[in-house]
């Protein structure tokens, strides 16, 4: 007996053996044979409304008004797009591609191959007598600029992960460069996608930084999702960073830089004007981070001590902060008052696993206590490494947003992302050392990881930036538009430069948190030349007053 095809994995299907339907007379099976075809129309043209709708509307022309009618309503919806494209290009890509493109994979370029391909990757199920062969049927068809998505359903006797032992199977019956096969959350659907092109090759340059809207003051922000660089399937890819800490690990030269970049660009309007407020520690000597130095409101790059230092102040006005708040709000926003701090530390493992015993002991302490209470009352810790092991990151669960870019072992993916995550398909310790800044991610919120590459900012660029986001540290309000300017001095706080007149040194941060148990915000201010000039002017025209100047 002939082996049936059903695509069919929701419903129960009752089949009519052929022997027993052909024992039949025949003035008896013509009804039959019309009861079934009419029910199987109409279930077609209720399944496929727009389908439906075009085949009678054609019929009907063509029927009541001829073959010159026929043509009219063919060509008029033709010419009426094509003066479309034309005059609108924009709003004919936006509205009327994605549903070309939905179509036409859909029901040409999957859905003519499909059933073939299920049978020879044998992902059918069949009934015990043999007769029935039930396959995953497809459901929606979404296209990205770089994969096709399937959302398909899982019949009974099928699991996602059977259907994603087949991917391989499925990358070539698709001709495709991968397959990725999803969970949606939902039983019995999964989402199978097909990557056409890999848009991560090449380097994606830096995103621009956010600014106004003409007409308007205020630079819309979302500190939860924070652009980075590019997903796998060419849309946007962001970090959350309001309520998060990111954990960054991969190799000498993956370029977990350019993830750091690539944050501190998109967040440059909220530095400069005070509702962002980074802490930077760079255990190289600054090699990384002191590019952009005016940018971090406290920065440490010599000294253990003093590096630990900044994380327990860091950790101290964080408790500060949270018994202010307590009792008082739930969810923290940031604001001038509150700011966001967003605390860096490059090289994680200088401090947990390579300083001497009493600043590790320190360093995690001050770490967890960060990373544990932190992202409820405005912090966030973004911690860069290249070991991910247990030893050399003891807290590195309490991290709850991981990216793994280059590594160099197969365990290290899973010690990043977590048990099974390679199995996956996160391929991490696969990733070339040409790619800088690829990598694949995963959130709290997702179960499977997704590969992402993160912008490139150039060393010019972070120059550019810094010296025109730099926080702005005056309160005062006789000068008004001041621009941004490099650091005064060497980047060693404290310590002014002895060749600069006196009243040319930096002054006095203003301290902005009430609660007198706070402990002092130890920040070296940001004063720009133009700054200096202004007020010194304002203080000479003070003293020949006989007032003081502010």
Known sequence: MATRLVMSSRRRTVEVRRSLVEALPFWVRLPVWCGVGGYRLVKAAIQHPRTTAVTATLGTAGVLGGRWALAGVVLAPVAAAVVWRIAWPASFAQRVTPRLLRWQRRWIRYGRRWNGWMMRCRLGVSDPGGDVVVIPQIRRVEVTPAADRLLIDVPAGLTVD??????????????????????????????????????????????PIPRAAE?????????????????????????????????????????????????????????????????????????????????????????????????????????????????????????????????????????????????????????????????????????????????????????????????DTPSQVDMVLGDGMRDLGALADQISLSTPGMGYALSEFEKEPFRVRAAYVADDEIRAMAGEYAPITTDSNDIEDIPAAPVVGDGNEGQADETEPADARPVEPVEVVELEECPPADVTPVVPDSLLAKLRGLSAAGGSDGTEAA
């Open 162 to 207: 059977t259907i994603r032992q087949r991917s391989a199977e499925l990358a070539n019956a698709a001709r495709a460069l991968d397959c990725r096969v999803r969970s949606t959350g939902s039983p019995g659907l999964a989402w199978v996608e097909f990557q056409r092109k890999d848009v991560l090759v090449a380097t994606i340059p830096a995103l």
């Open 215 to 407: 007409g308007e003051d205020l630079v819309p922000l979302d500190l939860a999702a924070v652009p980075v660089g590019t997903r796998e399937d060419g849309t946007p890819w962001t970090l959350p960073v309001l309520g998060r800490h990111v954990l960054v690990a991969g190799r000498s030269r993956a370029g977990k830089g350019s993830v750091l970049w690539s944050v501190l660009r998109y967040l440059a309007p909220a530095i400069r004007c005070g509702l962002v407020k980074v802490s930077g520690i760079d255990p190289k000597g600054g090699m990384e981070l002191s590019i952009g130095r005016p940018l971090f409101t406290r920065y440490e790059a010599d000294q253990l001590e003093a590096m630990v230092a900044l994380l327990e102040a860091e950790a101290d006005h964080m408790d500060c902060v949270a018994s202010e708040l307590a009792g008082n709000v739930r969810k923290f926003t940031p604001s001038m008052e509150h700011p966001l701090h967003l605390v860096v530390v490059d090289e994680l493992a200088t401090l947990t696993a390579y300083a001497p015993m009493e600043v590790r002991r320190r360093a995690e302490t001050a770490l967890g206590r960060l990373l544990t209470k932190g992202a409820a009352v405005g912090w966030a810790v973004l911690g860069l490494v290249q070991e991910p092991s247990k030893d050399i990151i003891p807290m590195r669960g309490l991290f709850t947003y991981r990216l793994a870019l280059c590594l």
